[in-house]
C-alpha cells in the first residue's frame, strides 16, 4: 500500500502560481509513473502531467508550457508548478502513482485531493 498526501494548493489569482506537493510513503523509483489529475465539479477526474521511471514527462494541451511536473526521488516527492494560472485551471488535483505488479497489472495509488482555485 502507498499513501500520497498532496500539500500546496490554495486561492491565487489570473497569472498567479503555485507549487503543488505529492510526498510518497514508498519509493516513488519503485512506481512505473506519478502523475496529477484534475477533477472540476461535474466532471470526470482528466490527466494534468505524469511523469515516467526514465523521467519523460508528458502534459495535457491545456496546461502545456505553464505546468512542469518533477519529482525529488530522494525525498519521495513529485512536484507539479503552475504558472500562468487561468480561471478554468480551477479543480481539485490529485495525486496518482502507479505501480506495475506483473503481468501486465498495475496497481493505482490516489491522495487526497487538493483544492486549486483561481479568480478572474
Known amino acids: 500500500q502507498v499513501q500520497l498526501v498532496e500539500s500546496g494548493g490554495g486561492w491565487v489569482q489570473t497569472g498567479g502560481s503555485l507549487r503543488l506537493s505529492c510526498a510518497a510513503s514508498?519509493?516513488?523509483?519503485?512506481?512505473?509513473?506519478m502523475a496529477w489529475y484534475v477533477q472540476a465539479p461535474g466532471k470526470q477526474r482528466e490527466l494534468v502531467a505524469i511523469?515516467?521511471?526514465?523521467?519523460?514527462?508528458n502534459y495535457a494541451s491545456s496546461v502545456k508550457g505553464r505546468f512542469t511536473i518533477s519529482r525529488d526521488n530522494a525525498k519521495n516527492t513529485v512536484y507539479l508548478q503552475m504558472n500562468n494560472l487561468k480561471p478554468e485551471d480551477t479543480a481539485v488535483y490529485y495525486c496518482?502513482?502507479?505501480?506495475?505488479?506483473?503481468?501486465?497489472?498495475?496497481?493505482?495509488?490516489w491522495g487526497q485531493g487538493t483544492q486549486v482555485t483561481v479568480s478572474s
Open positions: 514508498a519509493s516513488i523509483l519503485s512506481m512505473y509513473a
Open positions: 511523469i515516467v521511471s526514465g523521467g519523460s514527462t
Open positions: 496518482n502513482a502507479q505501480k506495475y505488479t506483473g503481468h501486465g497489472v498495475y496497481d493505482n495509488y
